[in-house]
């Protein structure tokens, strides 16, 4: 007699578990690449990658645009959202239907449904760029979880605690992850150390990444 398990194919796990609250969802952003790099093309060329500066005057290694009703800017003067791109002095691009989808599919895997982000940060890490631990708290409602989303080179993704000096988790964040973190865990120190050089078959030399938000 047949086996009832016979035609079951063992899958690495693709939720990995990274904290209460937090999960790493391995390739969840594949089925959506081909759209959402064609939708990224169009909004750097609206608002471009540029290196902001932190309130203490340090230019970020990590270029940055946005895209949505608000868009995550630092200079001297703070950290905030702001509706309107510093650089054009017009609205940053529109949230385009393919990251809304990448987005609420994502957040949903996660526990965290109906999820309709109305920013999108976008980080580009070329080699040697990193980011250090910080929390995402500028959002103003906490409830939603941040969806952060990996393309291109591989990196290494630093998850703490809620205090920076916490015990600090590392996890591998490869082309079409996506990691998810909200509710106990929505505001845990985060970071990425020094991207290695490498080359990425379809994004080149970087590493791009989507972290959606619900920041207004
Ligand atoms: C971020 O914290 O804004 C970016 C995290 C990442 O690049 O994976
Ligand atoms: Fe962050």
Request: aromatic share 10%; charged share 20%; net charge neutral.
């Amino acid at each position: 007699m047949s086996d009832l398990f016979d035609n079951i194919i063992p899958l690495d796990p693709p939720f990995e578990p990274m904290a209460q609250g937090a999960v790493l969802l391995r390739g969840a952003a594949l089925p959506f690449e081909k759209d959402v790099l064609a939708a990224l093309n169009r909004i750097v060329a609206q608002s471009p990658f540029r290196h902001m500066v932190t309130p203490g005057g340090f230019t970020m290694s990590v270029a940055m645009t946005n895209c949505g009703a608000a868009g995550w800017v630092t200079d001297r003067s703070g950290y905030r959202y702001d509706r309107d791109d510093p650089e054009t002095g017009r609205p940053w691009p529109a949230m385009p239907e393919s990251f809304h989808e990448l987005a609420l599919s994502a957040a949903s895997l996660a526990g965290y449904p109906g999820f309709r982000p109305d920013a999108c940060l976008i980080n580009r890490y070329e080699p040697g760029a990193r980011l250090s631990l910080h929390q995402d708290k500028n959002e103003r409602d906490l409830t939603n979880p941040i969806v952060s989303v990996s393309l291109g080179l591989p990196a290494i993704f630093q998850f703490g605690g809620l205090k920076r000096n916490d015990p600090i988790r590392k996890f591998a964040l490869r082309h079409g992850d996506v990691a998810v973190w909200g509710g106990p865990s929505r505001l845990f120190y985060h970071g990425v150390p020094e991207l290695k050089e490498g080359m990425h078959e379809t994004v080149g030399r970087m590493r791009i990444n989507l972290t959606f938000r619900g920041a207004l």
